[in-house]
């Protein structure tokens, strides 16, 4: 069973910085896709930015692209998604997923983690 951790949330001023972190199951970085979505209350849950262990390729959301970089560190089993330049609308509940077939970013992924909250305030 493929498990995802997700911490490195919290409170910060916009323009700040945080970097998120995913500690996932080893098998996850052999060729699954692996990446950030973000849920605000009242709306459906969004890729932010992906990343496939195939080949590398990354995708980024509009809204975050310049200000957002997602890496991986294989040998920690760590994904990290680091952000710059937070702005009041990036606050959201920001989830790690994977998945073994499916595109970057898309949804329905198979394995989810719980999720940790980003508030960036005025």
């Known amino acids: 069973d493929v498990q995802l951790v997700e911490s490195g949330g919290g409170l910060v001023q916009a323009g700040g910085s945080l970097r998120l972190s995913c500690v996932a199951s080893?098998?996850?970085?052999?060729?699954?896709?692996i990446g950030w979505f973000r849920q605000v209350p009242g709306k459906d849950r969004k890729g932010v930015s992906c990343?496939?262990?195939?080949?590398?390729?990354?995708y980024y959301d509009d809204s975050v692209k310049g200000r957002f970089t997602i890496s991986t560190d294989s040998a920690k089993n760590v994904v990290y998604l680091q952000m710059n330049n937070l702005k009041p609308e990036d606050t959201a509940v920001y989830y790690c997923?994977?998945?073994?077939?499916?595109?970057?970013?898309?949804?329905?992924?198979?394995?989810w983690g719980r999720g940790t909250q980003v508030s960036v305030s005025s």
């Open positions: 080893a098998v996850v970085f052999e060729d699954y896709a």
């Open positions: 990343i496939s262990m195939y080949d590398g390729d990354t």
């Open positions: 997923a994977a998945d073994p077939v499916k595109g970057l970013c898309l949804g329905g992924y198979d394995y």
